[in-house]
Structures are given as C-alpha cells and as structure tokens.
C-alpha cells in the first residue's frame, strides 16, 4: 500500500506541474516545470513564496523561466495541502460513520456492539415507533405567501425549507428566502420553533435533519416538516440517529417516487427504532458530536485553502492583464 500511495501522489504532482506549465503558456510563457529549490510545505511557507513572487510580478513581466518554475512548484505544494486536508476531512467523516455503525443497533440486534463502559450493566435498548418519541409534528407544507396574501422579503426571518436545510447545517448558499414579521406571524399561527427542535426533509431531497440554532425565528416552509420531541428524548442523540444508515434506509423503504424520493407523514409513523435511557443517549451523542465539531472545523479549512489558492491565482494571473492594459 505505500508504494502505490507514493506512486498515486507521483502521478498528482506531474498533473500539477503540468497544469500549472500549461497556465503559463497561455500567457505566451514557454518553459518547463522541474523540481528544484523545493520550500517546506507549510502553508505559511507556501504563501509566503508566492506572494513575494507575485508582488515582484506586478513590477515585471514574467520573463524568466526560473521564477516561473518556482512559482508553479509552489502552486504544486499548495494542490498537496489542500489534497491532504481533503483526506483528513473524509478519514474523518469515515471514521464517524464507523463509530455510528457501533453504536446504533441494526436487525434483531438489543444492544450495542460498542457502549460506554458507565453503561454495561444498564437495561436493553427498547424498540419504539419513531413518532411515539414526539410531543408534535409542525407541517405548514401547502402553505405560501402568495395563499397568505403577501410576498418573500421586507424582513430577515429565514424560512427553512428542503433546498436549504443540510444534515446538521443551513446552506446559505442554496435557496433561502426571507420573511417579514408579519408573514411570519400569520404562517406559523403562532407556534415557534426553539432551540434544538429537528426539521426534517420530506421530499426532494428525502432525509436531511438539522438542529435548529439559536433562539431566533424561523418559518417552516416547503417540503420540511419540524419534530418536537417527548422530554425523555435528547434531541442531539435523535438527531445523530436520524442521520444513520439504519434510519436512512428504513426511511428510504417506506418511500415513493422513483426519481423524487419523498415520505409521507403516514408512512414515516411506521419507522422503528431502538434506543437506550436518556441518559446514555446524552452520552452518545456527545460522543458523536465532538466527531462533527472536529468534521466541521477541519471543513472550513479545506474550503479556506481552496478560497485561498483562487485568490492567489486570480492575483497571479490578473498582472498579465495589467501589463497589457
């Protein structure tokens, strides 16, 4: 396995050298990229390199072969970076679902096959119907603002709905609509999400949960529905059992459509799950929870390094535009 790895990241730098030689000749550039002065491979280090070289670049043309194989070698450095935090990222995640797949029963199972050591001596985990675990479900699903007489905008309030609502995030980068106070009041009829209710997709896409954030308010919009749960539920454990393949796939059997999946409220009462006191719950999913922490914190510096390497190259590559202006 390690000769291939090696030979595997062989093959990525000579695509990325490549890649990098062919940004330069068409910039009019000819010259080829070989490995020599290598840097350390530190980000800072990397930064460091190619901002002093892009700085003096704004003075100059690129003339020199030389500078350009240092700076493509750079780049090449920064394409390992960002590789390897990928792979930190998805060991990661890996990882979590082999921990998941541990702790929740699947089967005819009645205990885990993973378990704190607190709780061996605690009952079986109990078999329940997944809407027995809830006090209420909120569905405003036919509900529009066109129907209330009124339009999106003129507020701030977010409104949940299936194209924003991620496992364990909102994506404010998909569709998001805002409200106004007053659609808010006539949509939720005065009925609130709080802090740690789940909202749940019901079609398209089938199955994503979150935890709602924060105290603030939120409309419950299309294709979501939002679960309030019974107080010997801990929201952070029902959720992680949601998000597993044991749930997903029951959830996915109990479905129609073939190309839109979707569930209805009828057909969800039929799910079962197993679960244990509230007390070994709470345990579990602070376990499971420092895994996402760690899963989100290590996300944000892939997308940073990514945000970060096209900064640098809009840069690089915008001084031949100025020279030729």
Known sequence: MGLIAVAQAA????????????????????????????????RSTIDGHLIERIERLRRIRISSIEEQIKIADCFTLLDEVIAAQGQKMEMLKTYKRGLMQQFFLRGSETIPRLWFPEFRDTPEWEEKRFYDLLDGVLDFRGRTPKKLGMSWGFGEIISFSANNVKNGFIDYAAECYLGSEKLYSRWMGGINLKKSDIVFTMEAPLGNALLV?????????????????????????????????????????????????????????????????????????????????????ESEKFDSLKTHKKGLTQKLFSTQNEDTV
């Not at 068409?26 to 020599?36: A, E, K, N, Y």
């Open 213 to 297: 954030p924060g105290t603030r308010k939120y409309i419950l919009s299309q294709r979501v529905v939002a679960f309030k749960t019974k107080s010997s539920i801990a929201n952070e454990f029902l959720i992680q059992l949601i998000w597993s393949e044991e749930f997903q796939n029951a959830v996915d059997l109990l479905a129609t459509g073939s190309t839109v999946r979707e569930i209805s409220q009828k057909a969800l009462q039929g799910v079962l799950v197993t679960l244990p006191d509230k007390s070994e719950q709470q345990r579990i999913a602070q376990c499971l929870s420092s895994w996402d922490a760690q899963i989100i914190s």
């Open 11 to 42: 093959c990525i730098r000579a695509r990325t050298a490549r890649k990098w030689r062919s940004r330069f000749q068409l910039l009019g550039l000819d010259g080829s990229i070989d490995q020599i002065s290598r840097p350390m491979r530190t």
